[in-house]
């Protein structure tokens, strides 16, 4: 991060001191064309971006642990009991000076979609005899998935 602020810094420098109008040091032509060359590097001097990916099951800690990378308490909501951050997400940091430093984004599925994904979770957990699984199944079994989302949706209710 220092190298980065410091050649922001000396970049904002050089450019006050080239385009002060008093300085000749160059053709107009040429200074113009050093200077737009100084203004696209310094564009370019920025932290460069890292991706943290997490995977996990419901409850293991996933949202806790990036809490604890960001340095932060609740950037992301965390609670024992059940799924919090049931859904895939994107966070990113946001450098600029106004506002909160994080920034989200939440995709939501249409009524339609709900609808038919609440549907196949209910095939998927009901048995050939049609009675309907309701406590929790073991990790490996096929079921495990769809049970998770509905848990992390509805709770235990």
Same mark, same amino acid.
């Given at each position: 991060?220092?190298?980065?602020?410091?050649?922001?810094?000396?970049?904002?420098?050089?450019?006050?001191?080239?385009?002060?109008? $008093?300085?000749?040091?160059?053709?107009?032509?040429? #200074?113009?064309?050093?200077?737009?060359?100084?203004?696209?590097?310094?564009?370019?001097?920025?932290?460069?971006?890292?991706?943290?990916?997490?995977?996990?099951?419901?409850?293991?800690? #996933?949202?806790?642990?990036?809490?604890?990378?960001?340095?932060?308490?609740?950037?992301?909501?965390?609670?024992?009991?059940?799924?919090?951050?049931?859904?895939?997400?994107?966070?990113?940091?946001?450098?600029?000076?106004?506002?909160?430093?994080? #920034?989200?984004?939440?995709?939501?599925?249409?009524?339609?979609?709900?609808?038919?994904?609440?549907?196949?979770?209910?095939?998927?957990?009901?048995?050939?005899?049609?009675?309907?699984?309701?406590?929790?199944?073991?990790?490996?079994?096929?079921? $495990?998935?769809?049970?998770? #989302?509905?848990?992390?949706?509805?709770?235990?209710?």
């Amino acid at each position: 991060e220092f190298c980065v602020v410091e050649g922001q810094w000396a970049a904002a420098k050089l450019l006050k001191v080239l385009t002060n109008e $008093y300085a000749r040091w160059a053709i107009p032509s040429v #200074k113009d064309a050093m200077i737009g060359e100084l203004q696209e590097s310094a564009k370019k001097i920025v932290m460069p971006s890292c991706s943290v990916v997490t995977v996990g099951d419901t409850g293991a800690g #996933k949202s806790t642990l990036l809490n604890a990378l960001l340095g932060e308490t609740n950037v992301l909501p965390t609670n024992g009991m059940r799924a919090c951050t049931a859904a895939i997400i994107e966070m990113s940091y946001n450098a600029s000076d106004e506002g909160d430093p994080y #920034k989200g984004w939440v995709e939501f599925v249409s009524e339609e979609e709900w609808h038919a994904e609440f549907l196949s979770i209910l095939d998927d957990l009901t048995q050939q005899d049609g009675r309907a699984v309701l406590m929790e199944p073991q990790p490996n079994a096929h079921n $495990y998935p769809s049970w998770c #989302k509905l848990f992390a949706v509805f709770g235990k209710e």
